[in-house]
């Protein structure tokens, strides 16, 4: 086995057998499209539990891979047919929160510590698991749910149902924003990137009011970027931290 094929199995394989279980009907769709709200741009990407959704922060060099190019570069036995920037992180890429990959807990839980958004509590981890979930911090820390992958980052957009306390109509502090939300069962979780730049208060109501979801987490803002090959999107700009990305094998050739 090279490197790549152990790096991409390390990734997807997993405890939960992440390789080979992506929805076929999904894989060849995409699972992107542009929609508008509120004659708003925004791009959404739908994953459903179950699928080779999975997140990346090192290459096999130990060094953080920083862009979508590398992350591609260590799938060479797969397809990567989605990916995002993938929560806050500290100049030299690493996480500001929690990071769990394959199991493995690298980065620890944080409150924040007055650290920019991340720090205006409640924040909150999407958690890859036998479920789609994202959890305020304080409430994963009490339920410990089985995350194969999790990323922290904050402030959370949507608390059951509810936005941010901290959130404003009248914001006049506008951004490119990306984030994740996920079903109340747990089934799907679908990701947002604003095409232009837009308030929190607006970017929380795309999850809760257009796309009914009950829990959203901010991901980040201005490194903002999508890599959706169907749309040809492949967004450049700064280096990333964790990167969230959707593979499919290749087909062998026959």
């Not at 509120?38 to 922060?57: K, Y």
């Not at 958004?117 to 698991?129: A, K, R």
């Not at 208060?201 to 999850?207: D, E, G, K, N, T």
């Amino acid at each position: 086995m090279n490197i790549r094929r152990a790096v991409f199995a390390a990734l997807l394989a997993g405890a939960f057998g992440w390789l080979g279980m992506a929805s076929g009907a999904q894989a060849e769709a995409g699972p992107c499209r542009d929609i508008n709200f509120e004659d708003t741009p925004f791009t959404i990407c739908e994953v459903n539990a179950g699928s080779d959704l999975f997140m990346a922060l090192n290459g096999p060099d130990g060094m953080p891979l920083r862009s979508f190019a590398a992350l591609q570069d260590t799938l060479s036995d797969a397809r990567l047919i989605f990916a995002m920037n993938g929560g806050m992180f500290h100049k030299d890429g690493r996480p500001v929160g929690l990071y769990v990959e394959n199991g493995k807990e690298l980065s620890a839980a944080s409150d924040g510590g007055g650290y920019g958004n991340f720090g205006m509590l409640p924040n909150g981890i999407f958690c890859i698991g036998p479920e789609l979930r994202v959890w305020e911090s304080s409430a994963y820390a009490q339920a410990r749910p089985q995350c194969q992958f999790a990323t922290q980052s904050g402030p959370m957009l949507v608390i059951n149902g509810a936005l941010h306390p901290r959130f404003r109509a009248e914001s006049t502090s506008r951004y490119r924003r990306n984030g994740v939300a996920t079903s109340a069962d747990g089934s799907r979780a679908v990701f947002a990137i604003s095409g232009v730049p837009v308030t929190f208060h607006q970017f929380a109501r795309l999850f809760r009011d257009y796309l009914a979801l009950p829990d959203a987490l901010f991901l980040d803002a201005n490194v903002s970027r999508l890599y959706a090959p169907d749309l040809g999107r492949n967004d450049r700009g700064a280096a990333m931290g964790p990167i969230i990305g959707l593979a499919e094998p290749f087909s062998p050739v026959e």
